[in-house]
């Protein structure tokens, strides 16, 4: 989404200094949602915040698909950007959680991998389909799709500790 959020915003009419506002104003809550939702986690439970961050993702993935105007995209920067930066901070105390801290580093930079690979992966997939349909709504519909997948998955874990 980072890589194409600013053109479907142009192609959506908005102006090119104001899609990049977007992009922008994404990055900065980003951080926010880092440290707001890894405090939250230390109180709350990693489980339950990671569930709660990847809800924000799939409901803001929904809003997009239906997002047209600045003023419709705003609800959606803000709560991708918030809840993106908790998903990103609690990945690598999940892995802690889940296999424990002896062979953390191996574990992080594996999955980290994949998800780069994911990253240099998805910006094509989702130019690729525009580029056939004219349209982001179906990369939006499969970002969204891929986001209750995630939420589903994080859901099954069963952690030590009880959160």
Known sequence: IMVHIVPHAIDS???????????????GLSVVGRITLGSAADSFGIKRVFSFSFSLVAVGFLWLLVARELWMLIPF???YGF???????????????????KSHGLLFGVINTGFTFGSAFAPFLTGYIFDVTGSYQLAFILCFAF??????????LKLSGGK
């Open 77 to 79: 920067v803000v709560v």
């Open 83 to 101: 809840a993106w930066g908790g998903c990103m901070t609690l990945a690598s105390p999940l892995v802690g959680w889940l296999f424990g801290i």
């Open 13 to 27: 009419g908005i102006s090119p200094s104001n899609a990049a506002g977007i992009l922008s104003l994404m990055a």
């Open 147 to 156: 986001s209750i997948l995630g939420l589903i998955l994080t859901a099954t």
